[in-house]
């Protein structure tokens, strides 16, 4: 006869389960934290890794250029807050006339003023009257902000990246390098870097002076100016070309490349021609355009829950601007269609979608991004 090798469950057993089924009820459903303690490493690891949305105050503001500030902001608890890769961004939420809204903001401070509970980031003033601009002029010391992050994968990698790098920007792909610059010229981050920076004139350059003054503090990083429209003392005339970067590239180097869409996509055939392991290239796209020439405006309905909205909206705005306007509120972060976040369901109307990520999935069921899709027609959609 078979002998069973397990013996059965006694009374006993059933009654510690049924303790333990007790427990995790009370834990999900009261938030009783008996199983993480205040001696748990977990406590002391989790803001070392990620901010899951904590109050910030506005700690410092200063002018680094005609129209642009550096914002600090400081834990308000004066405790730890996530450490972060140079390149990374934060989630900034504020609520403005009842109005939440959240955009992304690069670090651009070093990693020992995120050990003294301190991020700084820029602001522009660019007369759009969206988040950036309010910052920039309404922002007051001990003000609050909501942070979350920090996030972001274009940032030196020690287990992929090699320890020389080249650096390609556009002038809207620049903060992550300033924030790369500045953790090499503090010494932490051991990486040389070789900046090339394009734009058609000196003046469109962005914080080109901020950056020099970074630049000028450290052996390690060289800074190449390269203008297409005007010859200017210590720049080069042109744009980057293979030509270019293959006078200074090494099969020991990465390459990052930070900037709008048609840059990066330029940049991407001159790159092929160094027939480089794709996986030594980076890139980090600004915030896609949708390159509208003529507005035009279409009427936008909503659903959430059982309640309908209406209101404008127009092909030059994401359907995620034209909610924010309108005062209702979809759970964002990367405003690049990257995270998913703001996923919703779209019921009617056609779309302009850029940066694609969608999976086959979404796209069957008619999920889309709101942040990085523009009205083509009215648009009928569902948050909730
Ligand atoms: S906010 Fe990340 S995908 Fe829309």
Redesign the pocket.
Known sequence: MATNKFSSLGNSDIKKYKNMMNLAEDFITQGKDKYFSGDNKYDELTPIIFNDKIKMIVSKIVDIAPDYKLITIRNERESKIALFNPGQYISVTIVLDRRIMTRIYTIVSGIKEAKLYEYSFIVKNDNNGKMSDFLYNNLKIDDDLIVSGPYGDFYYNELVDKKNIIGLSSPEGILPFISMAKAISDGDLNVNLKLFYSAKKYEDLILVDYLKGIVDNSEKIDLYILLSEEEKKGTIKGVITYDEINKIFDHDCSIFVSGEEGFLKYLNKELDKLKIPRKFIRCNMYKPKCNIKKVKAYLMTVHVGDEVFEFPCFNNKTL?ESIEENNLYVP????????????TKLLNGKIKVINDRRNVNDIENNLI????TYPLSDIEIRIR
């Open positions: 995620l964002n972060r990367c405003h690049i269609g990257i995270c998913g976040l703001c996923k991004c709101p942040c990085s």
